[in-house]
């Protein structure tokens, strides 16, 4: 029964935190922890949030707003991504990658049979 219990926990977490945007996270102190990477390796969120919203990070304020720039990045879009829920955010991904493979599949080069 004990096992159960655990496995019903976890279960109901999982599906609560699914049900969760970034945002809501933020508040409950999910997000709460410095940002270690280079501001290239960071997410969009991640650069969100160390730009807009003062999550800590160890970049300086200028690597931020460069990599920002750079893949421009805006206040609208930051807004969406934040308060998008996570299983949502997962449906997208997986919308896209199925897309992305539909597309590799039909441009990969058909063998010809060998002629002697």
């Known amino acids: ?4 219990h655990q496995c019903l926990i976890a279960g109901v977490a999982i599906v609560a935190i699914s049900g969760c945007s970034a945002k809501q996270s933020q508040q409950l102190g999910m997000r709460s922890s410095t940002v270690t990477k280079v501001s290239q390796q ?6 969100c949030e ?3 919203y003062d999550r800590s990070t160890t970049q300086t304020h200028f690597a931020i707003a460069s990599e920002w720039s750079r893949r421009g990045l805006s206040r609208k879009y930051c807004e969406e991504t934040i308060n998008q829920l996570y299983i949502s955010a997962l449906a997208s991904w997986l919308v896209a990658n199925k897309d992305k493979k539909t597309t590799e599949d039909a441009t990969k080069p058909v063998p010809l049979p060998a002629t002697n």
């Open 1 to 4: 029964m004990d096992k159960l």
């Open 42 to 47: 960071m997410s969009n969120l991640e650069l």
């Open 50 to 52: 160390t730009y807009l």
